[in-house]
């Protein structure tokens, strides 16, 4: 009887120890967390400020100075903007009632989308982005609006990371009932010692750098909900100096299904 309630005890003190543990780490989480949103928001609110101060104090009137503080201040605007959007999207993504609509839908189109929406960017550093083959309609199972950000996210992400004159690929290859998309860059590439903090919430590889480039630090941690909310995974492979690979996989749509010409299934 001695031995039992020495085990039970033995075992209240474990559980109890985990508990405080994970207390403990939920904690530091929260204040690393709080500290890093109040530093993101400061950047910008502070750029604003010091503009808007400037123009005050008589830098109005010169046209050439108040278009440039104006603009300048018009991008940290922007910046904030986004950083509360991201935000507010990774809150919804994390809540577990939240419903997510998974028809099929052409991947092929999706893939031109998204290379049209981020051209502008692309330019900007004279990137190419490309289709690893001429595909034809590629229909998926998943939710598009959903799938959408992860391959404006990821595009995003190679464009930032980038080099002068580099270029985007993304490919798709069919394995089983998965088409398994792949977005590769030929940019800077991520040290392994980042690998394992990569998809936290602000989590950055270079501090200055990015927040130079202008992103938010949230995109990947969008990536990974969005894609844990299809019961899919997202994976990375990456090289110093060569670049980097994100993948992920999407189920394939019933071979009898086809789309109108709005994306729409046809009984």
């Not at 959408?148 to 980038?162: H, P, R």
């Not at 089983?176 to 392994?192: R, S, Y």
Request: aromatic share 6%; net charge negative.
């Amino acid at each position: 009887l001695l031995t039992e309630a020495e085990e039970y005890v033995d075992q209240l003190s474990t559980n109890k120890q985990q508990e405080i543990k994970a207390l403990k780490s939920q904690d530091d989480f929260r204040r690393e967390f709080i500290g890093n949103l109040s530093h993101e928001l400061k950047t910008p609110a502070f750029s604003i400020q010091g503009y808007i101060e400037t123009l005050i104090d008589g830098a109005s009137e010169d046209p050439e100075m108040r278009d440039k503080f104006l603009e300048r201040a018009r991008r940290a605007t922007d910046r904030m903007i986004q950083l509360l959007e991201d935000l507010d999207n990774l809150t919804r993504l994390e809540n577990p009632e939240l419903a997510i609509e998974i028809r099929p839908f052409n991947l092929t189109e999706l893939i031109q989308e998204t290379f049209e929406s981020l051209d502008w960017m692309a330019k900007e550093k004279n990137i190419t982005l490309v289709q690893g083959a001429e595909y034809g309609p590629l229909i998926v199972m998943g939710d598009k609006k959903r799938i959408s950000q992860v391959l404006v996210n990821l595009t995003k992400n190679s464009i930032l990371y980038g080099v002068q004159n580099g270029h985007t690929k993304i490919s798709v290859t069919a394995i089983e009932d998965f088409l398994l998309i792949e977005v590769k860059d030929n940019g800077i590439g991520i040290d392994p010692k980042h690998w394992q903090r990569l998809f936290e919430r602000f989590y950055r590889v270079e501090q200055s750098r990015n927040r130079h480039e202008g992103g938010t630090g949230l995109g990947l941690a969008i990536v990974k909900h969005i894609l844990e909310l299809h019961e899919q995974t997202i994976t990375m492979r990456s090289t110093v100096g060569e670049g980097s690979t994100f993948s992920f996989c999407l189920p394939k749509a019933d071979k009898s299904i086809t789309l109108s010409s709005k994306g729409v299934p046809i009984k």
